[in-house]
């Protein structure tokens, strides 16, 4: 077992091994994906639900300014869990990726491409000296020659593709949550509704509307589109009358 | 919990993550923007006021020259606390980009894109070795589209839009105050009146029309404007009256 | 021997040399080789097999996205062990290297040649300051020449030819029953089988066809080509059936 | 509080935050102001008066080359106190700053304008790596648009604008005695005289006329002139007839 | 004599002078070097022999793959000892300086000035910061002008000519053995025995054919050449016979 | 006070400020010119004398190779008292940049604007991270305008102009001997004979004329010479005869 | 005095000054040349005399690949003492300085010209960050103008000129031996028994002319001229002869 003091000397200056071939600052910035608060995004044969919580810490915040779900292109969006302004910068990246492919060949980015070029720049972080890795997760999620495909990318530049995923705090309530009730045929008001409760899950009783970010990527279409306040409320109605019903 | 000695491994060098994920040196900027004395920003249907206080070490001083709002652009003002040089060098980008987006496109920056620049300047500061982040938080207020829009930035390069904020010293005081009573329907001068209130809350009495610095950028002609010494003592002194009324 | 306290002097900053003549960052990297799952490759005269345990962490996750084992080229298959996004790097380097061929010479890269702009790579990171070792094996398998050709690639920077060999976690048990049931006239199916044996050797019974991704790159087409699951299914029974029989 | 041994961690290498939100490297910097000879600027409205102490440490010193006021333009002087090297240093940045001025645009750079180049530079200096901050503090005092201009740069980058202002050994006896004594309405000679007490306040009687280097803007003119040591004699002098009247 | 401690100290950053004037990082390499298998090269009359030591760590291992001599050029070969992925990188620096010498002036490399392109190199890794030394030593045989020559680089960036010389580990044991049985009169076969009969000496008994690499580089017709097995059983079981004659 | 181990804190590294406004690396740099021997340097209406002491370690050293005053220009002489090496590169900075001057204005460089290019180069190494200070103390004197001119460059940057000064070893016991017997209407020959005598002051009995190194610069043709050794012992000789009168 | 621990605390990193002016690193590559074997140089009105001893490891190593004198051009030799791969380093730059000049003078360079080449690229090494001193001591000489010169180099960068010097081990043994015998009237051959005298001063007896390296530049023809073996032998025999005399 490594103490605490041992701990520290690998944290200093770059980023290196630990004798037991651990990268600790990788490790760390895992951690401040925990602080953040949590992302879900699943898929449905109609399209790829993100949902996000987002909680101002005053009523005169604008919701809209702790967004956690960003369009990068017209066919993708992503969602994030951790360090705010990183994820910005990662999400920058990816919509200067997706413009950069429509001028270059007049065509969509492939989710999986996109997702790629993140966790390069990611992993390009945890290695080479002078800088700290990103401290966030995101959830890549798009549609991709009529497929809807779900990413998620982790802070050590790593890639894992999902049909349903959290990240950020209480991921592991979530996504116990998510591998319970997940089934692969649910419509898109199915799977914004699973997304929702799967949120709800570490909290007492269902999340208001308002406190909860929701996008699609839906395969008729190939848009993103957020979800509306109101036909969220329809949705999350819906779950209390289930519930109390129960 | 983390003990002195173990803090104080990770603000060597670099800004990196500690094994909890937080970034140290991010936070200790955030202790400099609290030494700084407060500002507020706060909307109105009529356009957007910003308000600080401005204290002289010595009656010689000129007030003029602690200015802490500052003309970004003809319809972008800017309110700042904490280290006084790193807010110049932001507003001055600040300046810079809203000149950039004249001459390139003869048109006025958005106030949210505006923000996003200052923003992405400070999280790189955040990031990358060889500098220390910025010790100040900014309040960016303009008209965008005939709408009066205010943003927050923070240390860690987040941005956050508002309806009413403060930051810097006794932010927590000034913010709750604010929180319980503004209302979205105030008129300009209602706005100053609460934002000179907000300001005066931690102190015994109401500041001096001297001591405050206070700015608006109005949606009729969507112009930064500094409110004069007199329109301001005649609000101070309605109240003052308002007050011995109580 | 060297005490913990003085391991530690060693590790800190660039890779340098312990008194001993060691390099403890790479011997650390070669850790976290230890830490990934196992991969298998291993020649027959009708081609390479390549093998690799891809155990998802949640039933909701793709299998295919933590595939192991990869197509550098027409010719040329790798899998690897280790920290994933190091070894993406890799990969994506031994591509470039490869297309970089095609486009200049028009023609196959050799596998060796190949290998050894890898390694070359990888020893940079080990004694040039500023970045840290790659955590990951490789073991990079083709046809060169009409001839079956297996690499394997260590955080050092050396690479070894092999008839069969097995790169991460469990390493020397799967290496142990390699040398003991490899046979240089086996068939494809007889190398798949034997792939399978050896990575099973460390579990008890013999690994799901869903747990296991194998990849062949056959002399008479000279091209890469993943088994499928049905296939290695039917090859996993027979197995099944002998071992019963026994 | 913070200890002594806290403090030292956070003044190695670059120039980083303490947990208490302040800069310690642009603190000690500060200190090494306090440990150069003072300097005083004033205005009144006929013009600015810089004066400074000049104490040779042997009778073969040329008392011009300890001179710590400069000319940084026909209408702008300079006076200084701390490192004597790092002075230079920012006084040819200001020359040459006015002097490219002249040649773009063919007119005197605004003192302000001046001002802000040097702080500027100052602030780079405390948050890039690889270079102290500058252990010096100016006051640089001018006529702009036929007004008389004084301001203060301190080593955080910060500027401020004074009617009357000390820097240096002693600045708070200083300052305060100019806080009891300035009036707006002074005439040059008058502000000579009150410079010159104010130097002298912390020592036993009126400084020696060769003691002391003295400079004036005067906006009839706008231009720099060093008063000679003859006027400053009979000033002196009439001091000293004053002193004895009391 | 030097504690451990005060070792350390100087190991750390950059390679640097001790009290004593050592440079650690140098010696440390020089270990480095000793934890390899051995290297032996001798000159005869009619050639360079160089052989060494391969030993496999798996019977599936490559024989060829763990080679530790190469052809430079066709009238230079080299055998290392040491850090085998630090070896290729010199000896691929050597080939290019071969090849780069043959492209611009039409003619073979020197077999000293080679070695001293390779020593420069070494040695720059001693001096300038931000790496660690080479650690490796190299045997680089050749025939210049028709004459065999034979030369040591060793990782302090010095280089020696030999008429026979070993490296690596057990060193002392090899040279000893040179030292005592050398003949300059010897033939290549001669030759090939001696190198075989020093790598043996620190083992029971002469080592097998299949254990031992060996090369020539003859006068005659000025090429490297690998000596092939057979021949070198031959050898081997004439020492044999040799040996159970005594 | 500081006590010894703080201090060590403020010199690793870069030139930093210590908690009381000092740059201990800069101080240390004078104790290195205190180590080397003294230079002496003044002026008189007829030109400017540098001397040195120059002592030889061994009598088969050529005493011109401790020369310590230098010609700079023409009209320029440099005298150094300190580590030897880092004058000869400021002697030749300074040597360039009166080149520089011929070549681009056709005219002498000005003495003190010539030390001026050697202080600020002086003062760039006490500020920019990645290099120490210059250990060293430089005396200039040459003619400018037909009048002599001295200045002293001290290792922080700084400079001062002199009538007669004294740098290095036993710097105050000379410089005190000189403010005692320096008079301004000294013909050079009796300057020649005060710096020698001033130089012997701390020795038993005035130095032999192979012992020191004299030069002068005189106004009548502007030239930089040696002078002589017979000359030097005919003005010791009086000395000699002087003091035995005594 | 300094105790061992501080002394430390100036080694690390850069060469910085110690509290008491001296530069440690500096110090310690004299040690280095320390370690060397001895070199001696002399001049005689016929030329300059290098020499130095030799000593091979084994009988094995060819003698002259220790060569420790060096020819830099047609008439100036070098001879070496400390870091063998350091001092090729410098003999290399003196050559290419001195082929730069007949290239673009088409004239031979001076001795002084090239040895201050010499020492000022070894006093860079010593200012600037991230890298080490040179651990080597050159004697250089040659003929200049049909004078002979003969200089030394130190790790500090400055360098003597000498009647005759030594430098490496036992320095001050030799030195004091050249101090008590050196007569300016040696003819060349007197030179050489001189030179092989002084080195064989620290041993029993007269080294063997195969252990002793001697070269010549003679004014006569301005060449660089190895002493060949048998003249050694037969001078050293005439030296024998007078021993056996005495």
Redesign the interface.
């Known amino acids: 077992m490594q103490g605490?003091s041992?701990?520290?000397?690998?944290?200093?200056?770059?980023?290196?091994?630990?004798?037991?071939?651990?990268?600790?600052?990788v490790e760390?910035?895992?951690?401040?994906?925990?602080?953040g608060t949590a992302s879900v995004g699943l898929r449905t044969p109609d399209g790829v639900v993100l949902a996000a919580n987002r909680q101002v810490s005053?009523?005169?915040?604008?919701r809209?300014?702790?967004e956690k779900i960003h369009k990068a292109d017209d066919h993708v969006g992503i969602a994030s869990a951790g360090?705010?302004?990183?994820a910005?910068?990662l999400i920058?990246l990816a919509r200067r990726r997706a413009q950069g492919e429509q001028l270059r060949y007049g065509q969509d980015i492939g989710v999986e491409t996109l997702t790629?070029a993140v966790?390069?720049h990611?992993?390009e972080?945890?290695?080479?000296?002078?800088?700290?890795?990103?401290?966030v997760a995101l959830l890549v999620g798009g549609v991709e020659d009529g497929e809807p495909r779900l990413?998620e990318t982790d802070p050590?530049?790593?890639?894992?593709?999902?049909?349903?995923?959290a990240v950020g705090g209480d991921r592991d309530t979530i996504?116990g949550y998510?591998?319970e009730h997940?089934r692969e045929d649910l419509d898109i008001d199915g799977g914004i509704e699973l997304a929702v409760r799967a949120l709800s899950e570490p909290e007492d009783g269902v999340v208001d509307a308002a406190d909860v970010d929701v996008a699609t990527v839906t395969t008729d279409d190939e848009s993103f589109r957020s979800v509306e306040e109101d036909r969220l409320e329809s949705i999350i109605a819906e779950i209390d009358t289930e519930e109390s019903d129960e």
Chains 1, 2, 3, 4, 5, 6, 7 share one sequence.
């Open positions: 605490q041992q701990q520290q000397a690998y944290d200093r200056g770059i980023t290196i091994f630990s004798p037991d071939g651990r990268l600790y600052q760390y910035a895992r951690e401040a994906v925990k602080r005053s009523p005169l915040m604008e809209s300014s702790v360090h705010v302004a990183d910005r910068q920058d790629r966790t390069d990611i992993q972080y945890t290695q080479t000296g002078g800088a700290r890795p990103f401290g990413f050590s530049g790593t890639d894992y593709e999902w049909q349903a995923a996504q998510l591998e997940y």
